[in-house]
């Protein structure tokens, strides 16, 4: 089983809050993704990184940012909550040589009212 | 761009009949790799299998073996002997050397006792 860890689980809050999502993980990749997925829908790359210091926007534009201060550490931060950003979070890693799978973290249910 | 369509939102399966899904993938690349993903309900998103492009040999483990024709930009899943464990959501993957993941719009499998 993968070693990627999310917290929390689920999370309830109100509009205009300041949330952080975290992702961890054990297995030294250097790659790290956050994506996102409504509920029985596909996911979509928010965010990426490919080593420490370095972060990207992926294919889905996203008002949130990531920072990657740490290779086992890449946590998601919503300035300003609102309900639009309602969502499963998913987070993965995987090893630099492009064609490694990507193993998932369990993901946050963000629920913002 | 590349894209992967799911065409098949939905099936369902009779436990210990097999079942295949589909998938289709679009891309202008000659080396990419192509993956099936399970998400269960509520839970991690784990790997089911994989291929390599360069590969024809059509990659199988234990139950569940695909049916890759490069030609055709076709990638199908064939769950045999199915079990109730094996009802989840199934998503079909491509990705190249960039490492990132392009997922179809998932296929939702239900087993039937």
């Known amino acids: 089983e993968a070693d990627i860890y999310q917290t929390p689980r689920y999370l309830v809050i109100g509009t205009g809050k300041k949330i952080t999502l975290e992702c961890s993980q054990t297995?030294?990749?250097?790659?790290m993704y956050w994506y996102q997925q409504d509920p029985g829908m596909e996911l979509h790359l928010i965010h990426y990184?490919?080593?420490?210091?370095?972060?990207e926007k992926g294919d889905l534009s996203s008002e949130s940012t990531v920072s990657r201060i740490r290779t086992e550490h890449f946590p998601l931060t919503l300035e300003s909550a609102r309900p639009s950003h309602t969502s499963q979070y998913l987070c993965?890693?995987?090893?630099?040589?492009?064609?490694?799978?990507?193993?998932f973290g369990p993901g946050t249910r963000l629920t913002v009212l | 761009a590349q894209t992967v369509t799911q065409s098949q939102p939905e099936m369902s399966v009779q436990e210990a009949e097999t079942v295949t899904l589909s998938c289709t993938y679009d891309?202008?690349?000659?080396?990419?790799?192509l993956f099936w993903y399970k998400q269960p309900p509520s839970r991690q998103m784990i790997l089911v299998i994989r291929?390599?492009?360069?590969?024809?040999q059509n990659a199988t483990e234990n139950r569940f073996s695909v049916n890759f024709q490069k030609a055709a930009k076709s990638f199908s899943l064939k769950i045999s002997d199915s079990q109730l464990g094996d009802a989840a959501m199934y998503f079909c993957?491509?990705?190249?050397?960039?490492?990132?993941?392009?997922f179809g719009q998932g296929t939702t499998l239900q087993v039937k006792p």
């Open positions: 291929q390599e492009a360069y590969k024809q």
């Open positions: 990184s490919y080593g420490v210091n370095s972060t």
């Open positions: 891309t202008s690349e000659s080396d990419y790799y």
């Open positions: 297995m030294g990749h250097d790659k």
């Open positions: 993965a890693s995987s090893w630099t040589s492009g064609f490694n799978e990507q193993f």
């Open positions: 993957a491509y990705t190249s050397n960039t490492g990132k993941l392009i």
